[in-house]
């Protein structure tokens, strides 16, 4: 049955609505940063040196404030299951690419070194507690001389998520997104 004449729907139109969509719309409008094309140009060429997305590097950039110096990637993110085993090529091409900034590698049991990475430390054990998974992420991010809020972490599973959270790093990204051929 379709509401007859006059009937408003279930919408409620209350006085001042029109005003107060077009100051939030306004007040919203005003919070976004408006920044030399200049800057745009650097930030979406750092983009491509970072080989990321320059939405993802400008959304990573505003939540933390900061530049990103590197990556921490999990070795589950570089498909090295074992030791010994080399990433794939595409993955390896990818890391030698990347320009000023550093490949940190999260190396799980039984995985001493990964080649082409800046640096190997091992991953949290699953069985540590939040406090000890942070403590053992930022005292990685430390020994590389920055604090863990200028690396995004890469990897492959909810546990590794949880580990971008614990460490208070920058972000994560699902390798299938850092990897990805294209980037818009």
Same mark, same amino acid.
């Given at each position: ?75 589950? @993110?570089? #498909?090295? %299951?074992?030791? *010994?085993?080399? !990433? ?7 890391? =030698? ?50 604090? @863990?809020? #200028?690396? %995004?972490?890469? *990897?492959?599973? !909810? ?7 614990? =460490? ?17």
């Amino acid at each position: 049955m379709t509401p007859g004449i006059g009937h408003n729907s279930g919408r409620v139109a209350e006085p001042g609505q029109s005003w107060r969509r077009h100051v939030w719309t306004r007040a919203r409008a005003d919070l976004l940063p408006k920044l030399p094309i200049e800057v745009v140009r650097i930030r979406v060429k750092r983009a491509a040196e970072l080989g990321l997305p320059y939405r993802t590097y400008a959304g990573v950039r505003a939540s933390t404030g900061h530049d990103l110096v590197g990556f921490l990637f999990s070795s589950n @993110a570089l #498909r090295v %299951l074992r030791d *010994g085993q080399d !990433m794939p090529s595409d993955h390896r091409f990818k890391l =030698a690419a990347l320009t000023d900034a550093q490949r940190v590698g999260l190396l799980h049991e039984g995985i001493s070194r990964i080649a082409g990475l800046d640096a190997c430390h091992p991953a949290p054990a699953p069985t540590l507690g939040w406090a000890a998974m942070r403590d053992h992420l930022k005292s990685i991010a430390a020994a590389q001389g920055k604090p @863990a809020d #200028r690396f %995004l972490m890469i *990897g492959d599973t !909810m546990l590794e998520r949880d580990w971008a959270e614990a =460490a208070q790093s920058a972000g994560y990204l699902p390798a299938a997104a850092y990897f990805a051929a294209n980037h818009p």
